[in-house]
């Protein structure tokens, strides 16, 4: 990967963040989308709402520092220079150690004594802000528990533009609004728990394939995601100004790149989306190499670099003695650095709430799970205690059972459930029973075999157990005296006919469908996955046993929609269920489902169509000759259900659908409009930008100091020699800002505030925010049995490019049998408003607009016009 920041002054100024040695070949193609430039780099508001006090503590510390230990803040140590995925420089001086920072969003990632829990998409399908902030909590208790100090999730990135997408699943949805809110509540959750949360990935992060290169791909340079303004803000942008408005400490920018411009280096995105509009005050690191150039990516807002090499142990970095020395020479204002270091240090006072940086010790090494080895695990130096296997699993198993249980989906029910001590029940199929090589057997989970709790990539956690569903329903059945048989395999079928062809039968189905992240290969799927059937015969078992048993229950255990096209309506499959990725306590989670234990609500995030083609957007395999895959997002704001809307395409079963043990009934919808003054754009300019401290201009306090040991490969922020091209080594040195950096990069000056931004309030501009409408009505169970309803608010806004409805809120109510529950939900300004291109700014239109009230997304209950 040769990439430098020099050649792009042949490009032009916009093309100057993206600085690769191919941009020659974007002459050629100028019909390419294009990213507009945005500089300089937004600095941090002291009066930022809820940054105020981690401002001033960071403006102490940040005011102590030397260059060296700003930039050591900066940059990773580089690939296994620590114990985990990824740590940044020390400060000694100042008694901070390395920051810790580590995967998953669903876990803690290759350590033990851990917990597994529900994916983000099995989380998203509880409709439930509760659980959603549980959730975070107890993983960000886990994580303070090991030493972590900033956990890489939740995902946003990608969103779910198309089913097949192999990361779909760490994610929560592709509606904006169920995303935005389980981000939201994830990072508080995360965040009260004492570690910073990493909103990821900015943005257009939708696929696997060309992500990068390098996964074995013939192309020069990473994926473009072509998106257009009014797409980003409704869609992609949306659930991300969520986590900056709950005070995200950080953000992780994206592989692939944005109109042809990488994301970590793409100034339109980082300084005036992310950090311009929304206000964002944490810190913007990289996705694990996906910076690509030094001085560029800084000025476009980039803040960290992880983990620290140009490519993994390549013991080079494109900050580190670079940042040094480009501050140095005068070409990245200090400013620029100071700004990182304080972005940083807010973030980690924020979450912590104290001045004090007295952090506990990292316990655990993410490279082995020896108890001795190496701490510089790439260097093989520093032999010790590196893996203390301190349990930091509390009770959260209660909670994980629990997630699971109300995220699983009920999507049909012909009366077969919830069981009651049936007479035989017949377990079938191998996602029902364990991987026989153990549930850690593949590393990053990348391989298929037995039950499906987790996908496959950096987004997973080692199981601490994995209670199977053919443990939980044995153990059940054997209580209620029941008969009990499994045939955990998907290709026995005389065995299984025999099985299930007896009378009185009750077949239990379990089939599933796997996806991961593009580094890992699974049965030929390159993380995204190549069909949306089910794996392993799934079909063809559930087809067979159907044509033998009466009574067939499928539970479907996978990353997204799967095609039930075939067989869903097959007279003698009495039931199916979505049980998305558990986690550790899968097989009790839907033991208590199908036995009524918990009365299902689970809603499913996403859509069920007919065929692939009914989405619409879809995975780009081939690149054709494009040597730099485009993938345009022509679709705009219609993905999943909006898609299917507007093209009035077959659907199985729709966005927001799930079935109950009991019925609900919704009466008496209204409308309250709340006296809210008018929309006034933010004007104004921010101060000059700060620096804190002084620096040495002579280049021998920069050198490595006498005697000091350097790890091999480790990334430092010393140079190697006075000679500050030769310490720099860069094949471009020797450029000025002027000649390769756009117009005001590097301005210090005050900026103008944008219109849509708020002055001091994170996630934009706070009038966004107002409550214009209270919607409220009276939900009643109808039926015997305590339950749960998740009421759904819709809106049409009328416009001839507007969906033809969108959620934009919703409650999970318990409700006991006759009784009756207010639903309340709210419309916020952001909430009516669609984004004008021209104006920069939110804008309600004047068409006639309605509210519904529904069960789903094509289940609208009650309706109104909105006056
Ligand atoms: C994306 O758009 C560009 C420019 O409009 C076009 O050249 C390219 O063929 C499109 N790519 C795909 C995959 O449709
Ligand atoms: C990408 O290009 C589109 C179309 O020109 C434009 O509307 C949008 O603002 C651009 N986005 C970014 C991040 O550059
Ligand atoms: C930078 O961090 C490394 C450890 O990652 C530490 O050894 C070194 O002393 C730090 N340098 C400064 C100037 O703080
Ligand atoms: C500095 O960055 C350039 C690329 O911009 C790279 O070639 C060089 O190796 C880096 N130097 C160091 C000391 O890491
Ligand atoms: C099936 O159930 C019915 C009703 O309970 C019973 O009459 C019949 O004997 C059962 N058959 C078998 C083989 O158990
Ligand atoms: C879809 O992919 C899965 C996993 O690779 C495979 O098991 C299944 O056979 C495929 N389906 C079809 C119809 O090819
Ligand atoms: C339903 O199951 C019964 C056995 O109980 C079988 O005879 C019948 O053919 C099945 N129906 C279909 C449509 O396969
Ligand atoms: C620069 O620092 C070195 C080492 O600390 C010192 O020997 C030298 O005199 C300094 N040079 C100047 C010009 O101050
Ligand atoms: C440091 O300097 C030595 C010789 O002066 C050179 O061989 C080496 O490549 C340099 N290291 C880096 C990271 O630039
Ligand atoms: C300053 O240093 C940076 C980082 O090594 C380098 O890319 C740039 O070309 C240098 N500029 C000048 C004017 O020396
Ligand atoms: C640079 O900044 C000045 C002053 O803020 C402004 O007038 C000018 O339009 C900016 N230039 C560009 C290319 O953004």
Not at 564 to 584: K, S
């Amino acid at each position: 990967m040769k990439l430098a920041v020099g050649l792009a002054c042949l490009v032009g100024s916009h093309l100057a963040a993206t600085g690769s040695l191919k941009s020659k070949a974007k002459l050629e193609k100028r019909a390419w989308a294009t990213s507009e430039p945005s500089y300089p780099s937004p600095w941090m508001n002291p009066n930022a709402a809820g940054w105020e006090q981690a401002y001033q503590w960071a403006k102490d510390f940040v005011s102590q520092m030397t260059l060296l230990e700003k930039v050591n803040l900066t940059t990773g140590v580089g690939w296994e220079g620590e114990q985990c995925v990824g740590q940044t420089g020390a400060i000694p001086r100042l008694g901070l150690r390395s920051l810790c920072l580590h995967d998953s969003p669903l876990g803690i990632r290759g350590t033990d004594y851990n917990s597994a829990f529900p994916s983000g998409q099995t989380t998203a399908a509880t409709w439930d802000r509760t659980l959603f902030y549980k959730r975070g909590y107890a993983m960000g208790k886990e994580a303070r528990g090991k030493g972590i100090n900033v956990l890489l999730g939740p995902v946003a990135g990608p969103l779910g533009r198309m089913p097949a997408g192999g990361r779909n699943w760490e994610g929560f949805s592709p509606d904006p609004v169920l995303t935005g809110i389980a981000m939201a509540e994830t990072v508080k959750g995360i965040q009260d728990a004492g570690v910073i949360a990493c909103a990821k990935h900015l943005i257009g992060d939708e696929q696997e394939h060309f992500r990068q290169v390098g996964d074995g791909f013939d192309i020069d340079e990473s994926l473009s995601s072509n998106i257009d303004d009014r797409t980003m803000h409704e869609l992609y942008l949306w659930p991300f100004a969520d986590a900056v408005r709950a005070g995200v400490g950080s953000v992780m920018c994206a592989y692939n790149q944005v109109n042809n411009s990488y994301s970590c280096h793409n100034s339109k995105l980082l300084n005036g989306l992310l950090k311009n509009e929304l206000g964002f005050q944490g810190f913007v690191m990289s996705d694990w190499q996906a910076q690509h150039t030094g001085v560029a990516s800084a000025v476009a807002g980039l803040d960290m670099t992880m983990p620290g090499d140009t490519v993994f142990n390549s013991g080079l970095s494109f900050w580190g003695a670079n940042l040094t020395v480009a501050v140095l020479n005068g070409t990245l204002p200090a400013y620029r650095l100071d700004d990182m270091a304080m972005r940083i240090m807010a973030a980690f006072f924020k979450v912590r709430g104290t001045q004090d940086v007295d952090l506990d010790p990292i316990n655990f090494s993410f490279w082995t799970l020896d108890t001795y080895g190496p701490i510089h695990w790439g260097a093989k130096e520093g032999h010790q205690q590196i893996n203390f296997h301190v349990d930091v699993r509390e009770d959260h198993s209660r909670l994980i059972r629990e997630i699971a249980a109300k995220g699983t989906v009920l999507l049909k029910n012909e009366g077969a459930l919830p069981l009651d001590k049936p007479k035989f029940l017949a377990v079938i199929g191998e996602d029902a029973g364990p991987n026989h090589n153990g549930p850690n057997s593949c590393d990053d989970r990348g391989c298929v075999g037995g039950t499906l709790a987790m996908g496959w990539g950096s987004g997973t956690a080692n199981f601490p157990y994995l209670v199977t569903p053919d443990a939980a329903l044995q153990a059940q059945a054997i209580k209620d005296g029941s008969r009990y048989e499994s045939v955990l395999s998907n290709h026995a079928m005389e065995t299984i006919r025999k099985v299930v062809s007896q009378d009185n039968v009750t077949a239990v189905v379990f089939v599933n469908a796997n996806s991961g992240e593009g580094y890992i290969t699974v049965d030929g799927n390159r993380g995204d996955r190549n069909n949306l059937t089910l794996w392993n015969g799934g079909d063809e078992l559930i087809k067979n046993v159907a044509s033998w048993c009466s009574n067939t229950i499928v539970v479907i255990h996978s990353v997204g929609p799967v095609l039930l096209t075939d067989w869903y309506d097959h007279p003698n499959i009495t039931a199916i269920l979505w049980a998305g990725l558990p986690g550790q306590e899968s097989g009790n989670a839907i033991t208590d489902v199908l036995y009524g234990k918990v009365n299902p609500a689970g809603r499913s995030p996403f859509t069920w169509g007919a065929t692939r083609e009914g989405y619409g957007a879809d995975v780009l395999y081939d690149p054709d000759d494009a040597r730099v895959p485009q993938q345009n997002f022509t679709e705009g704001v219609f993905i999943d259900y909006r898609y299917f809307d507007k093209h009035n395409t077959r659907v199985i079963y729709e966005f927001g659908h799930g079935l109950s043990y009991t019925t609900f009934e919704y009466r008496n919808l209204q409308i309250q409009k709340h006296n809210v003054s008018a929309y006034i754009p933010t004007t104004g300019l921010t101060e000059p930008a700060p620096t804190f401290g002084e620096h040495s201009t002579n280049y021998s306090d920069y050198l490595y100091p006498e005697g000091f040991h350097r790890a091999n490969r480790y990334i430092y922020p010393y140079v190697n020699s006075t000679d500050l091209e030769l310490a720099s080594g860069d094949p471009y040195y020797g450029q000025t800002a002027d000649q390769f950096l756009p117009p005001n990069a590097t301005s210090s000056d005050p900026q103008p505030l944008l219109r849509s931004s708020g002055k001091n309030s994170p996630g934009g501009n706070p009038q966004l925010y107002d409550v214009l409408y209270t919607v409220t009505a009276d939900i009643t169970n109808t039926g015997a049995l305590e339950g749960d309803e998740v009421v759904q608010l819709y809106v049409s806004l009328g416009g001839p490019d507007d969906p033809k409805v969108m959620l934009r809120d919703f409650a999970r109510l318990h409700i006991k049998p006759g009784e009756t529950v207010k639903f309340e939900g709210k419309l916020t300004r952001r909430d009516l408003s669609t984004w004008d291109v021209t104006l920069q700014d939110w804008v309600i239109r004047d068409h006639t607009k309605m509210v519904f009230l529904g069960k789903s997304s094509r289940k609208l209950v009650l309706g109104a016009l909105l006056n």
